[in-house]
């Protein structure tokens, strides 16, 4: 479909390493008995995660890309180079309006979030001041001096930032795995420091015996040989080796039938080979090594196969790839037990990097310790300090309860009254706060007995 074609030529789209063998794509299905499945008109094929940071702005703008007709056309004609050199890009300008409407959306959306991760790892270290306009710079996969507007540089600096991003995705992952086989090593060293010479010549032992098991595995076929995927093909596909058929081969494992061995398919193919070195059940076999040995593999076969280096083989590359000597007398392939993934050099620099961390480390946890012990004795001087306040109070409401006053509140007023003042008081209150039909105190002439008063006086003196 051409969809899955144009996505991964444009964005050289790469798969995350599977974390186990369970993750790998099936391949003991028998395709042989289902031929020439058509694709469903519409039907969207799923790619993996790139892994990158900006994946989803990623797929979203492909997705609009998509939409538009002129665009669509000039991409499925467009080869690697072209859309890598940014040629392309120009021909956004011709896209249509509610297009370019939806990506000046995507962008801004896009804008405000990496402002918000920005604003959420300012807060984290409590820093003011800075310019977020000049920290949107380290994001190159779009143009932030514009932040409302996707133009044609916004396409081709994500096509340029998703290019490298991916082509050093392996290489970093390398870098990562390196690092994970050294601090084994140093965690081990550091181990046989703390033992007694008795029980660190047991632990060597048993660490050369584990070794020893570990490479005691049958034969690694070369990935991507006749021989490799011949086992594949009767193995896993359960059909008669007699009957191998590279072509066939490859529409069998080509799982999503899209024409392309993508690299996901591709890391399927070794999991047999895999099988025979790691078991997840022996302790002498580390499964983030058999995915190494994976990645490995399937970079070497896509060196050897991939002539345009578009991280896709298509049937006819493969084809001319099982015409090569190498395909059918294939050089022994080492695996990782047999190479040497770092010098003692490399092991010593990166120790003498952990001791910095860890001193830092040290360092800044007795700064807190300082600071603790700070507040502590803070806070202990402001108790003595209450405390002491404290007793000044008693001590004066003491002095005044001997002189007979009484004993006043926090703003002054008396606690309490003499019995006398205090019934005085609650008469007065009672008074004033009465029903008007009590009765009046006496001498007190209300004002209807005046009002009767005066008729009176009109009747008799008319």
Same mark, same amino acid.
């Given at each position: 479909?051409?969809?899955?074609?144009?996505?991964?030529?444009?964005?050289?789209?790469?798969?995350?390493?599977?974390?186990?063998?369970?993750?790998?794509?099936?391949?003991?299905?028998?395709?042989?008995?289902?031929?020439?499945?058509?694709?469903?008109?519409?039907?969207?094929?799923?790619?993996?995660?790139?892994?990158?940071?900006?994946?989803?702005?990623?797929?979203?703008?492909?997705?609009?890309?998509?939409?538009?007709?002129?665009?669509?056309? %000039?991409?499925?004609? &467009?080869?690697?180079?072209?859309?890598?050199?940014?040629?392309?890009?120009?021909?956004?300008?011709?896209?249509?309006?509610?297009?370019?409407?939806?990506?000046?959306?995507?962008?801004?959306?896009?804008?405000?979030?990496?402002?918000?991760?920005?604003?959420?790892?300012?807060?984290?270290?409590?820093?003011?001041?800075?310019?977020?306009? &000049?920290?949107?710079?380290?994001?190159?996969?779009?143009?932030?001096?514009?932040?409302?507007?996707?133009?044609?540089?916004?396409?081709?600096?994500?096509?340029?930032?998703?290019?490298?991003?991916?082509?050093?995705?392996?290489?970093?992952?390398?870098?990562?795995?390196?690092?994970?086989?050294?601090?084994?090593?140093?965690?081990?060293?550091?181990?046989?420091?703390? =033992?007694?010479?008795?029980?660190?010549?047991?632990?060597?032992? %048993?660490?050369?015996?584990?070794?020893?098991?570990?490479?005691?595995?049958?034969?690694?076929?070369?990935?991507?040989?006749?021989?490799? =995927?011949?086992?594949?093909?009767?193995?896993?596909?359960?059909?008669?080796?007699?009957?191998?058929?590279?072509?066939?081969?490859?529409?069998?494992?080509?799982?999503?039938?899209?024409?392309?061995?993508?690299?996901?398919?591709?890391?399927?193919?070794?999991?047999?080979?895999?099988?025979?070195?790691?078991?997840?059940?022996?302790?002498?076999?580390?499964?983030?090594?058999?995915?190494?040995?994976?990645?490995?593999?399937?970079?070497?076969?896509?060196?050897?196969?991939?002539?345009?280096?578009?991280?896709?083989?298509?049937?006819?590359?493969?084809?001319?790839?099982?015409?090569?000597?190498?395909?059918?007398?294939?050089?022994?392939?080492?695996?990782?037990?047999?190479?040497?993934?770092?010098?003692?050099?490399?092991?010593?620099?990166?120790?003498?990097?952990?001791?910095?961390?860890?001193?830092?480390?040290?360092?800044?946890?007795?700064?807190?310790?300082?600071?603790?012990?700070?507040?502590? =004795?803070?806070?202990?001087?402001?108790?003595?300090?209450?405390?002491?306040?404290?007793?000044?109070?008693?001590?004066?409401?003491?002095?005044?309860?001997?002189?007979?006053?009484?004993?006043?509140?926090?703003?002054?007023?008396?606690?309490?009254?003499?019995?006398?003042?205090?019934?005085?008081?609650?008469?007065?209150?009672?008074?004033?706060?009465?029903?008007?039909?009590?009765?009046?105190?006496?001498?007190?002439?209300?004002?209807?007995?005046?009002?009767?008063?005066?008729?009176?006086?009109?009747?008799?003196?008319?």
């Amino acid at each position: 479909m051409w969809w899955r074609t144009i996505e991964l030529q444009c964005y050289f789209f790469l798969v995350n390493c599977l974390l186990t063998g369970l993750e790998a794509v099936p391949i003991d299905i028998d395709k042989t008995k289902v031929k020439d499945v058509p694709n469903v008109e519409g039907e969207k094929i799923e790619t993996p995660d790139t892994g990158l940071y900006y994946d989803e702005y990623l797929r979203q703008v492909i997705d609009v890309l998509e939409t538009d007709k002129h665009f669509r056309e %000039k991409l499925q004609n &467009a080869d690697i180079d072209e859309i890598k050199s940014g040629k392309l890009s120009k021909e956004l300008d011709l896209v249509s309006h509610h297009v370019r409407t939806r990506l000046d959306e995507l962008k801004r959306q896009e804008v405000a979030r990496l402002r918000m991760l920005i604003k959420a790892k300012l807060d984290s270290i409590q820093d003011t001041g800075i310019d977020h306009q &000049a920290l949107l710079k380290q994001f190159e996969h779009l143009n932030h001096q514009n932040p409302d507007k996707f133009e044609p540089r916004d396409l081709d600096m994500l096509i340029k930032a998703a290019t490298n991003d991916l082509e050093n995705y392996d290489r970093t992952r390398h870098e990562e795995f390196k690092k994970y086989e050294m601090m084994k090593e140093h965690e081990r060293r550091e181990y046989l420091k703390t =033992l007694n010479e008795e029980k660190r010549h047991e632990e060597e032992s %048993k660490f050369e015996e584990m070794k020893k098991k570990h490479g005691n595995h049958p034969k690694i076929n070369h990935p991507g040989s006749k021989d490799q =995927l011949k086992e594949v093909w009767e193995e896993a596909d359960g059909l008669d080796p007699r009957d191998f058929d590279p072509k066939t081969f490859f529409k069998l494992h080509d799982v999503n039938s899209d024409g392309f061995l993508d690299e996901q398919e591709l890391e399927a193919l070794f999991t047999k080979e895999l099988e025979k070195v790691y078991d997840p059940k022996n302790e002498e076999d580390d499964m983030v090594e058999m995915e190494e040995e994976r990645l490995r593999m399937r970079e070497h076969v896509m060196n050897e196969v991939d002539v345009n280096r578009d991280r896709l083989v298509t049937l006819e590359e493969f084809l001319k790839a099982t015409e090569k000597k190498e395909f059918l007398e294939p050089d022994s392939w080492e695996t990782l037990d047999q190479q040497q993934l770092f010098t003692e050099e490399e092991l010593k620099e990166f120790e003498n990097h952990i001791f910095e961390q860890e001193h830092k480390l040290k360092q800044k946890a007795e700064d807190l310790q300082k600071q603790k012990e700070e507040l502590q =004795l803070q806070h202990n001087q402001l108790q003595a300090q209450k405390q002491e306040y404290q007793q000044v109070v008693q001590q004066m409401e003491q002095k005044r309860l001997q002189q007979g006053i009484p004993p006043a509140g926090p703003g002054g007023e008396l606690k309490y009254q003499p019995p006398g003042q205090q019934q005085e008081e609650k008469s007065e209150k009672h008074s004033l706060g009465s029903d008007h039909l009590q009765p009046l105190p006496p001498q007190h002439v209300s004002p209807l007995q005046e009002g009767a008063a005066m008729a009176e006086h009109v009747q008799i003196h008319p």
